[in-house]
């Protein structure tokens, strides 16, 4: 059974930090590409960052570039997605998925997380 587990999520400043964990099961992790969506009410769920499965080249969004670093532990089946200098416009859901390949659809998805930058 797959599983893709998000934790992390929450409410912070702007300005602030947030540390995304993704953890998957039920299929071979170190063979996929990893991403990051979000989404936000109303509006369709965008990319904000991938990280591929064999040599770690990390794509991101113009939004998030130098903001935002993907990473990933194939020992631990873990994906990871670390937030800094967050800004009112990152709240959304985040979605943790898994492709074959970084330009391709996603084929598992997680459930979730609730990010919000508010004061």
């Known amino acids: 059974q797959v599983q893709l587990v998000e934790s992390g999520g929450g409410l912070v400043q702007p300005g602030g930090s947030l540390n995304l964990s993704c953890a998957a099961s039920g299929f071979t992790f170190s063979n996929y590409a990893m991403k990051w969506y979000r989404q936000v009410p109303g509006e369709e769920r965008d990319m904000v960052a991938c990280i591929s499965d064999i040599v770690d080249i990390t794509y991101y969004a113009d939004s998030v570039k130098g903001r935002f670093t993907i990473s990933r532990d194939n020992l631990k089946n873990t994906v990871y997605l670390q937030m800094n200098s967050l800004k009112s416009e990152d709240t959304a859901v985040y979605y943790c998925?898994?492709?074959?390949?970084?330009?391709?659809?996603?084929?598992?998805w997680g459930q979730g997380t609730q990010v919000t930058v508010s004061s």
């Open positions: 998925s898994a492709g074959f390949v970084c330009q391709g659809q996603a084929r598992y």
